[in-house]
């Protein structure tokens, strides 16, 4: 019963405080980590769009050039 009890709680007593403390800070650090990735997903795709945008502009550009008389 007294496991039972030590495994429900928040913390277990039988953890060194060490070991709690570095589950916080790791845990932290993945938050971190995962809020990079989607920002960098973020600029990327902003990225890829202003590629295609400006390759567009230069088909169109290079269109409207073949299409005028010499």
Known sequence: MAKA?????????????????????LRARVVELQELVLRLKDENDALV??????????????LSNEMQPA
């Open 49 to 62: 769009s202003a590629q295609e945008a400006s390759s567009l502009d230069l088909e169109t550009l290079e």
């Open 5 to 25: 009890l030590i495994g429900y709680m928040n913390s277990d007593l039988r953890t060194p405080v060490h070991l709690v403390a570095e589950n916080s800070r």
